[in-house]
């Protein structure tokens, strides 16, 4: 008599390949915004190592010179409100780069490129509040220079003379630029009326 031997090959049903699909698809879906926050987390981070080497480089340059850097867009020649590209590179080397790019800002995108918005934003409040582009009281708030990042939020303008801060607490994409200035290593109240 010859007995059917029942024999798997060890191949998976459909329904064993459908289960592993779905617990794979779990998994990818709780770990990506956690991949995504940390990338968040970590250009925070950079902007605010950033900015802190550029608040020694033009404290260093201020204490040479008794003034701060220069603001400059390289698009509009040196004068207007400026970028960070102030020369403070030659020929004492208080920034080994003036042209830190911002992490929050889309490197590639050629209308960026065009304006040359790629880098952090930097002012010199001497030079720009007797022209009229800030309020008196930005003295007050920042001392002789400012310098800014987009933040999270990917925008300069958040109000009025993009005053918005970025605060973690409401959020990790909320609205606010990540400063610092002459007067203060972190901007946290600014005025918000004007």
Request: aromatic share 12%.
């Amino acid at each position: 008599m010859i007995h059917a031997i029942s024999c798997r090959k060890g191949a998976f049903t459909l329904i064993e390949l459908l289960i592993v699909v779905a617990i794979i698809g779990i998994l990818a879906a709780m770990a990506a915004p956690n991949f995504l926050n940390a990338q968040i987390r970590a250009k925070i981070s950079r902007a605010q190592s950033d900015l802190r080497t550029i608040r020694q480089a033009a404290s260093l340059y201020a204490a040479d010179h008794n003034e701060p850097p220069p603001s400059t867009h390289p698009a509009l020649g040196d004068s207007t409100i400026g970028y960070l590209r102030f020369n403070i590179t030659t020929p004492t080397a208080y920034l080994q780069n003036g042209f830190l790019p911002d992490p929050f800002v889309n490197q590639r995108d050629p209308d960026v490129i065009a304006k040359s918005e790629q880098f952090y934003t930097y002012q010199n409040m001497i030079y720009n509040i007797p022209r009229g582009s800030f309020p008196i009281r930005f003295f007050d708030v920042y001392g002789n220079w400012r310098a800014c990042s987009y933040g999270p939020d990917r925008t300069y303008f958040d109000g009025p003379y993009g005053v918005t801060v970025y605060d973690p607490s409401n959020g990790l994409v909320s609205a606010g630029n990540i400063w610092t200035s002459d007067k203060a290593p972190e901007i946290h109240n600014e005025p918000a009326t004007f």
